[in-house]
């Protein structure tokens, strides 16, 4: 077995675990990558893009395929298809890969996988796409943007056809690392001066100067600043809700569904070593992610508990200053870091999910002390999940509306309404992401 076919044996089984079993690409990615840390920098690279490329152009690739197969990509065996995909992939997209090799190596695949019987037919489709690759077009939006047409016509409706194609077209864009600087730990000249004596490149966000862009590193626990502390990894988007929150000195802080920390982090941080921010999930496992980053922050003022947001908890009630519901979401707002989404998610899932984050907003709410706060946020941009449920909030719970504009960075403030903005991708250099402020009544 050569050195090749190893590497996109590991790719073959990363994707049948996300395509085939339906689990979560970053995490099984992620999984994998460590396994496999003793390889060098390129072959982990290699990993990392045909993974994340077959995943995101799915749509395109099984368009092609079907157009040059006589089986159609859905009646195939699971293995084949897969193999297919990532192959077409790597034809299409990777032009330093010789497309003999790619073809040879996926009948090695097949064979491996005791598919011989398959294996001409594997060479066969993948060399009639070598072939013809140079007349390929694609009109239809869904090829051309990668992305359900009921997701495209979702944006549409909301936001305008001119948006929902910026917003599709951002996710094909690779964007560097965004990362928070842990203010309370170390400054920002000497989060800079370390970042760049590793040989990291580093971009300045055009929002609050502590988030940072970052690239050209090898693993993230290499890096001093992160292993130190100093830096969190956190999107520009999502490290707002710290600044709308606004946390005072001495502040008990909920943070209800909380891993992998990034908000927890934050608010501990804002605190300065005062109050206590209490950071709750529904495993052992998530609260574990948790737990793992305060430890490498060395926040004191953090406590961690397993539970379930769904159910109220009778010692909490009225005893937060501040409640963060980050809630679970359909995700759609980072689908270019999560790219499996756009195939997972369903057009019903989105009431689904609604009808949860109503659910646990009847029972987190009560943790809110009267003149105290309420934070809702997701990383979506569908108005069921985010301008609907906030509608929810005002309209059956003892809140009003909190104004934020004024909080916000300069360039942000014409997007937001009020107590709440949302944020597109493509629109602006973040992901996408909601948030909506309340301050509980004082009498009800």
Same mark, same amino acid.
């Given at each position: 077995?050569?050195?090749?076919t190893?590497?996109?044996?590991?790719?073959?089984?990363i994707?049948?675990e996300v395509?085939?079993k339906?689990n979560y690409?970053h995490?099984?990615l *992620?999984?994998?990558l460590e396994?496999y840390?003793?390889?060098e920098?390129q072959?982990?690279?290699f990993?990392?893009?045909v993974?994340?490329?077959?995943?995101?152009?799915q749509?395109r690739l099984?368009?092609?395929?079907d157009r040059?197969?006589?089986?159609?990509v859905?009646?195939?065996?699971?293995?084949i298809?897969?193999?297919?995909?990532?192959?077409?992939?790597?034809?299409?997209?990777m032009e330093r890969?010789p497309?003999?090799?790619v073809c040879?190596?996926?009948?090695?695949?097949?064979?491996?996988r005791?598919f011989d019987?398959? *294996?001409?037919?594997v060479?066969?489709?993948?060399r009639?796409?070598s072939?013809?690759?140079?007349?390929?077009?694609?009109?239809?939006?869904?090829?051309r943007?990668?992305?359900?047409g009921?997701? /495209?016509?979702?944006?549409e409706?909301e936001?305008?056809?001119?948006?929902?194609?910026?917003?599709a077209e951002?996710?094909?864009t690779?964007?560097?690392?965004?990362?928070?600087?842990?203010?309370?730990?170390?400054?920002?000249?000497?989060?800079?001066?370390?970042?760049?004596a590793q040989?990291?490149?580093?971009s300045?966000d055009?929002?609050?100067?502590?988030?940072l862009?970052?690239k050209?590193?090898?693993y993230?626990?290499?890096v001093e600043a992160?292993s130190?502390?100093?830096?969190?990894?956190?999107?520009?988007?999502s490290?707002l809700?710290?600044?709308?929150?606004?946390?005072?000195s001495?502040?008990?802080?909920?943070?209800v569904?909380?891993?992998?920390?990034?908000?927890?982090?934050?608010?501990a941080d804002?605190?300065?070593g005062t109050?206590?921010?209490?950071a709750? @999930? /529904?495993?052992?496992?998530k609260?574990?992610?948790v737990?793992?980053?305060?430890?490498r922050?060395?926040?004191a003022n953090v406590?961690t508990?397993?539970? @379930?947001?769904?159910i109220?908890d009778?010692e *909490?009630?009225?005893?937060?200053?501040l409640v963060?519901? @980050?809630?679970?979401?359909s995700g759609?707002g980072i689908i270019?870091?999560?790219?499996?989404?756009r195939?997972?998610?369903?057009? *019903?899932d989105?009431?689904?999910?609604?009808a949860?984050?109503r659910?646990?907003?009847s029972?987190?709410?009560?943790y809110?002390?009267?003149?105290?706060?309420l934070?809702?946020?997701?990383?979506?941009i569908?108005?069921?999940?985010n301008e609907?449920?906030?509608?929810?909030?005002?309209?059956?719970?003892?809140?009003?509306k909190?104004?934020?504009?004024g909080?916000?960075?300069?360039?942000?403030?014409g997007?937001?309404h009020e107590?709440?903005?949302?944020l597109?991708?493509?629109?602006f250099?973040?992901?996408?992401?909601?948030?909506?402020?309340?301050?509980?009544?004082?009498?009800?």
């Amino acid at each position: 077995m050569t050195k090749e076919t190893n590497i996109r044996e590991i790719v073959l089984d990363i994707l049948l675990e996300v395509m085939e079993k339906g689990n979560y690409s970053h995490l099984i990615l *992620s999984q994998a990558l460590e396994k496999y840390q003793y390889l060098e920098k390129q072959d982990r690279a290699f990993i990392t893009r045909v993974t994340e490329g077959t995943l995101e152009y799915q749509l395109r690739l099984d368009a092609v395929i079907d157009r040059f197969s006589k089986v159609k990509v859905k009646k195939m065996k699971p293995v084949i298809r897969t193999i297919l995909r990532m192959s077409a992939y790597q034809i299409l997209f990777m032009e330093r890969v010789p497309d003999s090799a790619v073809c040879n190596e996926a009948v090695k695949l097949a064979k491996k996988r005791r598919f011989d019987g398959l *294996s001409g037919f594997v060479n066969g489709v993948l060399r009639n796409i070598s072939r013809e690759k140079g007349s390929l077009s694609f009109t239809a939006p869904e090829e051309r943007l990668l992305m359900p047409g009921w997701i /495209l016509s979702m944006w549409e409706k909301e936001y305008g056809r001119e948006t929902a194609e910026k917003i599709a077209e951002s996710f094909l864009t690779e964007r560097p690392l965004s990362v928070r600087i842990n203010q309370s730990l170390a400054s920002r000249k000497t989060v800079l001066e370390s970042l760049g004596a590793q040989g990291l490149s580093v971009s300045e966000d055009w929002g609050p100067g502590f988030v940072l862009s970052i690239k050209d590193y090898d693993y993230l626990d290499q890096v001093e600043a992160f292993s130190k502390g100093w830096i969190t990894v956190q999107d520009f988007s999502s490290s707002l809700v710290g600044v709308i929150a606004e946390p005072k000195s001495g502040d008990f802080v909920l943070d209800v569904c909380s891993a992998p920390g990034g908000k927890t982090l934050d608010m501990a941080d804002r605190l300065s070593g005062t109050g206590l921010v209490e950071a709750r @999930d /529904l495993t052992e496992y998530k609260i574990s992610l948790v737990e793992q980053n305060v430890s490498r922050c060395g926040f004191a003022n953090v406590r961690t508990k397993a539970a @379930d947001a769904r159910i109220f908890d009778a010692e *909490s009630e009225g005893k937060a200053d501040l409640v963060l519901a @980050d809630l679970p979401c359909s995700g759609l707002g980072i689908i270019g870091k999560k790219p499996d989404i756009r195939m997972r998610l369903k057009e *019903s899932d989105l009431s689904s999910l609604a009808a949860l984050q109503r659910e646990i907003l009847s029972a987190v709410w009560r943790y809110v002390k009267p003149g105290g706060t309420l934070i809702y946020s997701t990383c979506t941009i569908d108005r069921m999940e985010n301008e609907e449920n906030a509608a929810w909030i005002l309209n059956n719970l003892p809140f009003r509306k909190k104004k934020i504009s004024g909080l916000l960075p300069e360039p942000l403030r014409g997007w937001c309404h009020e107590n709440e903005i949302q944020l597109l991708p493509g629109v602006f250099p973040c992901d996408g992401f909601y948030i909506a402020a309340f301050e509980r009544k004082e009498q009800e």
